[in-house]
């Protein structure tokens, strides 16, 4: 890198993706910028450890308020950044979520991307600022094609996965039109010890943990026969970062190339915790119960959705070959390293719970 400092702003930088990108991102020199929605709580956990003091010298690292829903804030901070990179990583994420809040989703999700790709045209930065969606495997939704690749074409079923449809095309059409460098990552689902507590993998980890240590008597799930291909965020973002490095820019499949069922993640969770879990029913009715006959895990069908994405599978060739990317962490190692720090913060509740105090479940 030249002496000349690059310029990163990230948005979405409170959220899984954004806090390990600017981790990489500050390793790697750049000044980073993020966005952060104002919040009656603190919303910074995931990047405390990253603040600097603003009074210190040489800082590197900035937030800024700001929304996607909000043109006038993202100029601004657009403007006064002058960013070389933009990392688009804000979105109302959640799936379920979406069903129940649509119009939100789309402002944010479809439109908050077009409002940054124009901010881009209005102040005149579409020769220096390169542009990153982060786009997803839940736009192949009822798959045409196994596994999916960049060619796949797609058949998003949520009102999430067609406001990130929006996005994707309007990313294109910005590179087609303006000459942005501008591009697309097709990331499948990639989890991490700092995954949304309410996305599966985590909410599997965290509640056998805490079932493990006696703090909660039963998990409640929806589709267990739905497959994901997981991979771990920590990787992810590296490839969010080499595909703004490249020469002309160009979309790409990120995945794993591995497939596993809901099920299959809660019994390697499970044999991570020594426990072993007795399957019995389908669909509705099944239960998973431990050694000593107690029912740990249930499906409640108010976690179904009204449209479900049952099977992805990603094929990564194109990012092997032209990124020379491959996936570092195994499915058996992530889901270890999800216990584990699920079953020490478990372990801190456990204590406060000694103490007479009560620690938050989440039941979404
Ligand atoms: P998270 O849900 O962990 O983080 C989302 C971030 O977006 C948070 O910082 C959140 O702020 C912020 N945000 C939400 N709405 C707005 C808004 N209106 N204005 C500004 N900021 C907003 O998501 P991930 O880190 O897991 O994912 C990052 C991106 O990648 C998302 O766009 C997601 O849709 C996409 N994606 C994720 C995949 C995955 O498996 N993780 C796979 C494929 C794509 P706050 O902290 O205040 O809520
Ligand atoms: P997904 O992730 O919808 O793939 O979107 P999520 O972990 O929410 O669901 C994965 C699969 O598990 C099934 N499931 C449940 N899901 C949740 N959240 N809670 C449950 O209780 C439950 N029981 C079963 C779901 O039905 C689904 O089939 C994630 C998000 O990060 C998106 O932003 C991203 O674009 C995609 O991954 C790729």
New binding site residues.
Partial sequence: MSDQKKVALI?????????YLAELLLNKGYIVHG???R?SLF?TDRIDHLYQDPHEKDVRFFLHH?????SSSLIRIIQQTQPDEIY???????VAVSFEEPEYTA???AL?ALRILEAIRILGLEKKTRFYQ?????LYGLVQEIPQKETTPFYPRSP?AVA?LYAYWITINYREAYGIYACNG??????SPI??ET?VTRKITRALARIKLGLQDCLYLGNLDAKRDWGH?KD?VEMQWLMLQQEKPEDFVIATGVQYSVRDFINAAAEELSLKIYWEGTGVDEKGYDETGKCIVAVDPKYFRPTEVETLLGDPSKAKEQLGWTPRTSFAELVKEMIREDLKSAERDELVKKHGFKAMDYHE
Avoid: M, P, W
């Fill in positions: 948005t979405g930088v409170t959220g899984q993706d954004g806090a966005i952060k929605r919040s919303n700001g929304d996607l829903t909000d688009n990583l804000a979105a109302q994420s959640h402002n944010s999700d908050g982060a786009s997803t495997s839940e999430y990130k097709i990331l499948f689902n990639h989890e995954r949304g996305f965020a992810y």
